[in-house]
């Protein structure tokens, strides 16, 4: 366990020092897998589902900040769904107008979780958002999050059903309009999801800020809980069902997430905690002090000797 501990200081280190060339380096790496994951999902638009536009657009979002990625995303998005249908564009961009005036009212600092969201719903673990959320955001990120759980539903929608949207139809616009958003509208599986991740990142956000011992590894468990006790619901009342073993397998392997990030962001020593009580002129105060767990880098130094006078005796 020693070794783990050194490891995290070691990286902890690391990028405390190199921290200027690992973020971008870690926004290149988002941008191209947010930008591969939208021409893999679509890719209606020719010109733009190739690999040399996705590494030029994650390059320019790598020095520019994460607000900056989502309007880009969200333009690569409206010019894929433009080769589809005219009407279904029309309904996407005033959604992501929605989203974004939304977005930077409640709370602008959390953008990555627009994008963040729709990935780890394709990558079939969506239980760790909430948890992840939860752990280190506030109850504003729900928006946030179920904003991005509706994007995904919806490029699911137009992947599912492209033939249908780009074929001709006697509909006017208006009844091709209505038709679209009542389809979207009665998508009982996006009003699950959106519940259980909000449900998910209360109870997670409720019970990390409990000043109880391991209210972190608490949260994550009470988390999962929560989010497999809200799609069995959601099952009941609404008939909306997952395979079971894609939940379960999604469920511990988000957890393991969590438990990944507990061990980097909040390493703390209950043993060694502390009770402080002092006093100003108007209150009483009471603290519980928890010391974070901090090892100290082993200082290895390699002596050399000289043997020079040694080789020389043999050599006569």
Partial sequence: MTGLWVFREKLKSFYARFDAFINPLIRFAFGFVTFHMLNGSLGAMARLNNVLVELVLALVCSVLPYG???????????????SISLEMTTILFLLLLFILILYFGLQPKDSYLLLLTPIFFHLKIPYAIPILVGLSCGLSSVATVCCGT???????????????????????????????VRTLL???????????????ILIVWLIRRLPVNFSWAIAIVAGALTQLG?????????????????LVAGLVLSMALAAVYHFFVFAVDYTRTEYVQFEDDDYYYYVKAVPKIAISLPDVKVQRFNDGRRRERFDE
């Fill in 150 to 180: 509706v994007l995904f539903y919806v490029m699911q929608y137009i992947k599912q059903n492209a033939g249908t949207l780009s074929g001709d139809s006697t509909l006017g616009i208006v009844e091709q309009l209505m038709q679209i």
């Fill in 68 to 82: 900056v990625m989502v309007f880009v995303a969200g333009v690569l998005l409206l010019a894929h769904v433009s």
């Fill in 230 to 246: 809200a799609i069995f619901i959601g099952d009941f009342l609404f008939d909306v069902s997952l395979p079971m073993g894609q």
């Fill in 186 to 200: 009665s998508n009982r599986l996006m009003v699950v999801m959106m519940v259980t991740c909000a449900a998910g």
